[in-house]
């Protein structure tokens, strides 16, 4: 597989870098088809990271392309990124959106990019392993392996913007002992750095929400499952790039045992 990583760190930095600007204004938010918020920020981020992808030759599912309508034909290899992620908490202003670019080949994120630009946090994995450092002017710091908790507390994060009844009900009959709320696909990342050890998603996803995310927490020694227990995948352009519910966990066994759990108190 071709080390895409660091081009993606530097679309990444560069997304956040006018994301920040937007950010630092008073800017205006406007609603997409289906009703779900987008702002400049999202839209400028995009057109910086399709255009420092196109030297790879490969299409991209990008989410503001998408809403408009422009899906290339996408094949075996592409990426997958959502410019802003989380962009109630960028209207919120309380700093837990990201910038998400991910690596597919067939139908698996192959390696993916987290980047937080109000505090700098970067997360990246692929084949190599797992890795988080922080941006300063425009380069990548203290870089450092991470991996998943495979025992201990009995930790599960969840969203800021979203809690469910079955949310509740699912934390007690795994015997959680604490929550931890956070917005974006920093979710995955809490795993990935052995912060928590569940994610369970009973709320509505799209495949650039995850796949970024994904990629980093199967690289820290994570799954991320369908209801099924099979490993989730991607480029389901049959359901318009709509994820089923999910959870993602720090190990086989516990993935699989909640999302048998989860299929129960959804039926």
Not at 72 to 83: A, I, M, S
Not at 112 to 118: D, F, N, R, S
């Amino acid at each position: 597989m071709t080390d895409f990583i660091p081009l993606m760190n530097r679309a990444a930095i560069a997304a956040a870098d006018v994301i920040l600007e937007v950010y630092r204004e008073d800017f205006e938010r406007f609603l997409k088809a289906d009703g779900s918020p987008v702002t400049l920020a999202d839209q400028k981020a995009e057109a910086v990271i399709l255009d420092m992808l196109k030297e790879t030759g490969l299409p991209v599912l990008a989410e503001e392309s998408a809403a408009e309508g422009r899906i290339p034909e996408l094949g075996e290899r592409y990426f997958v990124v959502d410019p802003l992620d989380g962009t109630k908490e960028f209207l919120k202003r309380n700093g837990e959106f990201t910038v998400n670019i991910a690596y597919i080949e067939g139908n698996r994120p192959k390696a993916g990019v987290v980047l937080a630009p109000a505090t700098g946090a970067v997360f990246w994995g692929d084949a190599n392993g797992a890795f988080e450092g922080e941006v300063a002017h425009g380069v990548i710091i203290n870089s450092r392996p991470i991996e998943v908790a495979k025992d201990g507390p009995m930790l599960v994060v969840g969203s800021r913007s979203h809690r469910t009844g079955p949310m509740d009900d699912l934390c007690q009959l795994l015997g959680v002992e604490a929550d931890v709320s956070v917005g974006s696909s920093l979710k995955f990342c809490l795993l990935a750095r052995g912060k928590a050890r569940l994610y369970p998603r009973f709320t509505p996803t799209c495949e650039w929400d995850t796949a970024a995310g994904q990629a980093v927490l199967e690289a820290a020694g994570g799954v991320v499952l369908g209801l099924d227990g099979e490993p989730f995948t991607y480029g389901h352009a049959d359901r318009k790039f709509l994820n089923p519910f999910f959870v993602a966990a720090a190990t086989l066994a516990l993935g699989r045992q909640a999302a048998a759990e989860m299929t129960r108190l959804t039926r």
